[in-house]
């Protein structure tokens, strides 16, 4: 299915379908349900998700029980998924380990995605820098990979820490980056059951809404997924998707921030004016506005290009254009958002300091500011 075949009302019809199921399954009672939860999530819902509305397969290959769709679809839902603040292992399992597996290839792939298709499996990604970042060093010598491979493709065992990793605590199945004699290369291995020697440790973390774990190998049993010394390649495809994805999801999260603070700001009355009169109010919201247009037009035009649809621009440059653009637009209106709704906006009762939580842990999900403007100049020639 190519994206250029899905028609704008479509697309309209999926986003109301996803918001209404997020407005039944995802209101903030359920929000805040989650985040005290074992999992950190609700399983019901991450099941009716698949089996409803068949998210997680939106966008994965036909061949590995997915419907085929493109990132266009699916940053409809990851916006819906942001606008509600839904906890969930939809990023790591669908978008970090999803994108990973249909870049690899090969039988392992085809063994995992089936079961992230159907909501059966989860699955995640860990970045494979010693201090939690994205970069293999750039110089092709992998000497700031946290996790080494045993030489051979079979009966690999994994030593190493991998520091930051998203639902790492949680995952059925862990895809590491890990050095190995052909260079860095992709792994799996099987978390559900309890792995050989695997330690999985959750961090304490500032967005309530998503977890993080450290994940030790000590001899661990492991599979090679796709080439061996693959892994540059595959993590190229991958930031690019999964920044555009998270773009999405911020542009749904500062839209929501937008609407309650113009709801806020017309329902509050102090000096016999609504606040939304005041001049200052207005400026705010003015501000907020704009950079949730701008960031809007950016992750769109980020997936339109990842999915290579004819006209649109390079897909590194307008991926990493919406990364930088959409990080700042969604804290910059959370923070207004809190400024808005005055005292109560500070307070642990009210929602905005969810928003201001995904906002800033979204902002340096991927590295930070210092890395999303190295990685858009590194993918303009500059």
Not at 83 to 100: D, E, I, K, N, Q
Not at 160 to 178: E, K, Q, R
Not at 250 to 272: H, I
């Amino acid at each position: 299915m190519s994206t250029e075949d899905t028609t704008s009302t479509e697309l309209d019809e999926l986003r109301s379908a996803v918001r209404d199921f997020m407005a039944a399954k995802a209101d903030e009672r359920a929000v805040r349900a989650a985040i005290d939860s074992e999992r950190g999530y609700d399983d019901k819902v991450w099941a009716q998700m698949a089996e409803q509305l068949g998210l997680q397969s939106l966008a994965l290959p036909t061949e590995h029980g997915g419907d085929g769709y493109g990132l266009v679809e699916l940053t409809v839902v990851l916006e819906e998924m942001g606008r509600a603040l839904l906890p969930s292992p939809f990023l790591s399992s669908v978008v970090l380990a999803g994108t990973a597996l249909v870049a690899a290839g090969g039988d392992e792939a085809g063994r995992i995605l089936p079961g992230i298709a159907a909501g059966t499996t989860t699955a995640t990604l860990a970045p494979p820098s010693v201090d939690g970042g994205w970069s293999l060093g750039g110089r092709g010598a992998g000497d700031a990979i946290a996790v080494t491979a045993s030489a051979g493709t079979d009966d690999v065992t994994l030593d190493g820490t991998a520091p930051l990793v998203l639902d790492g605590a949680g995952a059925d199945v862990l895809l590491v980056v890990a050095g190995g004699p052909a260079g860095p290369g992709l792994y799996a291995v099987d978390a559900g059951a309890g792995a050989a020697g695997l330690t999985r440790t959750p961090l304490p973390v500032l967005d309530l809404t998503r977890r993080i774990a450290k994940v030790t190998f000590a001899a661990t049993p492991a599979r090679l997924v796709g080439a061996a010394g693959g892994a540059a390649a595959i993590l190229d495809r991958v930031l690019d998707v999964a920044t555009t994805a998270l773009a999405a999801e911020q542009v749904g999260g500062a839209r929501a921030c937008l609407v309650a603070s113009t709801t806020y700001a017309k329902d509050r009355v102090q000096f016999g004016r609504q606040i939304g009169s005041f001049q200052a109010v207005k400026h705010k919201a003015a501000d907020m506005l704009t950079r949730v247009q701008v960031a809007d037009a950016a992750a769109r035009e980020a997936a339109r290009a990842v999915d290579g649809v004819a006209d649109a621009p390079d897909p590194g440059v307008a991926a990493a254009v919406a990364h930088a653009v959409c990080s700042e637009a969604f804290l910059a209106v959370a923070t207004e958002n809190i400024q808005v709704h005055g005292g109560i906006g500070f307070t642990w009762e009210h929602a905005a300091h969810l928003y201001y939580r995904r906002a800033k842990a979204s902002q340096l999900l991927f590295g930070g500011p210092a890395v999303y403007y190295e990685r858009l100049l590194a993918k303009a020639g500059v």
